[in-house]
């Protein structure tokens, strides 16, 4: 028998998600080996790029109030991407551009 998506998504996460302390543990331990400010950048032709502090490719994240990571990866940055260029077509539509 087939799941939803929904379902097998949700089952996904709970079998794959590491424990509350192990996850915390991750992502104190990415935050201090940051070797300096990240860069976030972006151009028309690549969408939007994150550099480590020491020039190296780095991903965004989605950290909640306790330190967890909820969201990571290149889909992460395609919305944030995406969430750009439309409140830049909003700004340019306010002011009679578009």
Not at 39 to 59: C, K, L, M, N, Y
Not at 77 to 96: D, F, M, P, Q, V
């Amino acid at each position: 028998m087939t799941q939803e998506p929904e379902q097998a998504l949700g089952e996904w996460r709970r079998t794959n998600r590491p424990a509350r302390s192990a996850r915390r543990e991750v992502a104190m331990g990415a935050a201090e080996m940051l070797a300096g400010t990240p860069t976030i950048g972006a151009v028309i032709f690549e969408g939007i790029t994150v550099t480590d502090g020491q020039g190296s490719p780095a991903h965004l994240a989605v950290v909640d109030g306790h330190g967890l990571v909820v969201a990571a990866g290149p889909e992460l940055t395609r919305a944030a991407w995406a969430a750009s260029i439309e409140a830049y077509r909003n700004h340019l539509r306010g002011h009679g551009h578009l």
